[in-house]
């Protein structure tokens, strides 16, 4: 320790302890960073794959139902690969904006533990199906399922059915819904009043 003198006394300054204390804070804020750095880098690559792999032109041509602005053709295409790889990919038109704002982000789809999609490409969808979709009052309850849905009830005003809606129903109506187009229509619905 070093000495300094003050008028008669002598007081002794800690100078190394101190010194040791910022070192090692310094050392661990740059590991964390280095951390915190790396997992961002993984996590931007990761996003950056997907959305790569979703920019690959779909086998098919759409027929989509809205003019869809370009910028929202990248999230059509991430919304197609994402829910078609399980299911047939209902038109977002057919659930309110709200529905599909808790669809995207649950991990409990519908009694199936899946993984929620994420920023970005969680912000690819949601701006596709938001732009595809219609919000309801905010009286209205939310419906979950296809069956309660006031939209798909609007845009399938003919349609009974004793069994309930589900997105395998489609296929009855609309040949061409494996490829996204549910502008086709069955010969019995084609022409229909």
């Known amino acids: 320790m070093r000495q300094e003198h003050v ?3 002598t007081q002794p300054r800690k100078v190394g302890r101190s010194r040791f204390s910022l070192s090692l804070v310094t050392g661990l804020l740059i590991v964390a960073l280095s951390l915190v750095g790396g997992w961002a880098s993984a996590q931007i690559a990761s996003a950056s794959a997907q959305i790569a792999s979703a920019s690959a032109s779909p086998s098919f041509t759409l027929a989509r139902v809205d003019v869809l602005p370009e910028r929202l053709n990248l999230g059509e295409q991430v919304y197609l690969r994402e829910c078609s790889s399980c299911h047939i990919a209902p038109s977002p038109a057919i659930m309110p904006t709200q529905t599909w704002a808790t669809l995207l982000v649950r991990a409990d789809h519908y009694g199936v533990e899946i993984t929620p999609l994420r920023p970005p490409v ?3 969808v949601w701006d596709y199906v938001q732009f595809s979709s ?3 009052r905010s009286t209205e309850p939310t419906p979950t399922r296809i069956r309660d849905s006031q939209y798909f009830r609007a845009l399938h005003p003919r349609v009974e059915s004793s069994q309930p809606f589900n997105l395998s129903s489609c ?3 609309h040949p061409g819904v494996e490829q996204y187009n549910f502008r086709d229509l069955t010969p019995e619905w ?3 009043p």
């Open 122 to 124: 969680l912000d690819l």
């Open 171 to 173: 296929l009855g109506c």
């Open 134 to 136: 219609r919000p309801i």
């Open 190 to 192: 084609d022409n229909a």
């Open 7 to 9: 008028g008669q006394m």
